[in-house]
């Protein structure tokens, strides 16, 4: 018996949209848009300012405090406004040593844009997508962009075109969020804020839901991953998770390691020693995994290790198994504590197989370059 159940509260940018959006009231969509030296948080961030609530951070201080005084008094105008582009020096101004400056974009998002709920529908289908917004306002407007499609509308039939194709070589080199100016009817073009959304490419599968477990769901939520928790007893998990959590109630929990793609990050941590060696073979066997760590000391590794070997998974193999699992160096042995370790550990590796595949698609596109002469 299996049993899926989704959070009951949704985290992200988009989620806070779609929320709103459903309670019928306006909100403003503060964007990081662009960036220059040092500064908290990268283009791409958002933030979500309602009269009353505020979801997300574009990095906290000062700079926060005036952007949603600024997002506030948007939704409390007479007349809505489109959107506004803004330029914050972090100095002396604004109270942060940063020194850095940010582009911020406050865009009014009611009730009646249809936008929220195509791309909360896109991105429910598990498709990439590019929104493609003005972020001088010369020009009105929002596009949605995905490798096959294209929907909303700047205005312009020849901005579009140029729009589209920059948004599919975005997808296609995996770019992150930034702006650019794009040729158009006018001109100098005008300057569009495309910003990729993707699927997490951090999937976490975590087996058992004990006192580790769930303070590693508390840490994860605030990190771009999706996690698939995994036990047999309903009654362990708290009546609501993260929104970047789903609960899989199963007694057939080895089928949840056969269904994760690859790449998958498998954490093992059941009330029970004969699961967590069952789940230990099964992930083994099937490989493909970015990273698999069980719970435990070294003699528990040290007596798992000669039950599988005996059961015929190498040795080679089994020196994927990290266990104990967390970086070195920290000793106690608090959940929270634990827990801190083993998403340290979990972001290192995330870092190394980014840093691995940056590394050899570069010297792949050079290699192809030289074959071309």
């Given at each position: 018996m299996t049993v899926e159940r989704e959070s009951s509260s949704m985290g992200g940018w988009l989620d806070a949209l779609v929320r709103v959006r459903a309670s019928g009231a306006p909100a403003t969509l503060v964007s990081v848009v662009s960036t220059k030296g040092s500064v908290p948080r990268g283009a791409g961030t958002r933030?979500?300012?309602?009269?009353?609530?505020v979801d997300g951070t574009i990095g906290g201080?000062?700079?926060?405090?005036?952007?949603?005084?600024?997002?506030r008094d948007m939704l409390s105008a007479t007349r809505a406004t489109a959107g506004e582009l803004r330029r914050f020096p972090l100095?002396?101004?604004?109270?942060?040593?940063?020194?850095?400056?940010?582009?911020?974009?406050?865009?009014?998002v009611d009730a009646d844009q249809d936008w929220v709920a195509t791309l909360a529908a896109l991105r429910e289908n598990g498709t990439e997508v590019v929104v493609a917004t003005?972020?001088?306002?010369?020009?009105?407007?929002?596009?949605?962009?995905?490798?096959?499609t294209a929907s909303g509308s700047l205005g312009d039939a020849h901005l579009e075109t140029n729009v589209v194709a920059a948004a599919r070589r975005?997808?296609?080199?995996?770019?992150?969020?930034?702006?650019?100016?794009?040729?158009?009817?006018?001109?100098?073009?005008?300057?569009?804020?495309?910003?990729?959304?993707?699927?997490?490419?951090?999937?976490?599968?975590?087996?058992?839901?004990?006192?580790?477990?769930?303070?590693?769901v508390g840490l994860l939520s605030g990190?771009?991953?999706?996690?698939?928790?995994?036990?047999?007893?309903?009654?362990?998990?708290?009546?609501?998770?993260?929104?970047?959590?789903?609960?899989?109630?199963?007694?057939?929990?080895?089928?949840?390691?056969?269904?994760?793609?690859?790449?998958?990050?498998?954490?093992?941590?059941?009330?029970?020693?004969p699961l967590d060696q069952a789940l230990a073979e099964a992930i083994l066997r099937r490989g493909g995994f970015a990273?698999?760590?069980?719970?435990?000391?070294m003699s528990k590794r040290a007596q798992f290790e000669r039950r599988m070997s005996a059961r015929g998974i190498a040795?080679?193999?089994?020196?994927?198994?990290?266990?104990?699992?967390?970086?070195?160096g920290i000793t106690g042995k608090e959940p929270t504590t634990i827990a801190i370790a083993v998403v340290a550990q979990l972001l290192q590796v995330k870092e190394r197989r980014a840093l691995a595949q940056r590394t050899g698609t570069a010297e792949a596109l050079h290699a192809q370059r030289e074959r071309r002469g």
């Open positions: 933030m979500v300012v309602t009269p009353d609530t201080g000062h700079l926060e405090f005036s952007a949603i005084g600024i997002a100095g002396a101004s604004l109270g942060q040593c940063c020194g850095g400056v940010v582009s911020l974009l406050f865009e009014r003005p972020s001088d306002r010369a020009v009105r407007g929002r596009m949605l962009i995905t490798a096959d975005l997808l296609v080199d995996r770019a992150g969020a930034h702006q650019q100016r794009v040729a158009s009817g006018e001109a100098k073009g005008e300057l569009i804020f495309l910003d990729p959304l993707r699927a997490p490419e951090f999937p976490i599968f975590l087996f058992g839901a004990g006192h580790v477990a769930r303070a590693l990190i771009a991953c999706r996690v698939t928790w995994v036990d047999a007893r309903e009654s362990e998990f708290p009546v609501s998770v993260p929104g970047n959590v789903t609960v899989v109630v199963t007694d057939t929990p080895e089928a949840e390691v056969t269904a994760a793609p690859e790449g998958a990050y498998f954490l093992v941590m059941t009330h029970s020693h990273y698999f760590g069980l719970i435990g000391s040795a080679a193999r089994l020196s994927e198994m990290t266990s104990p699992i967390g970086v070195p």
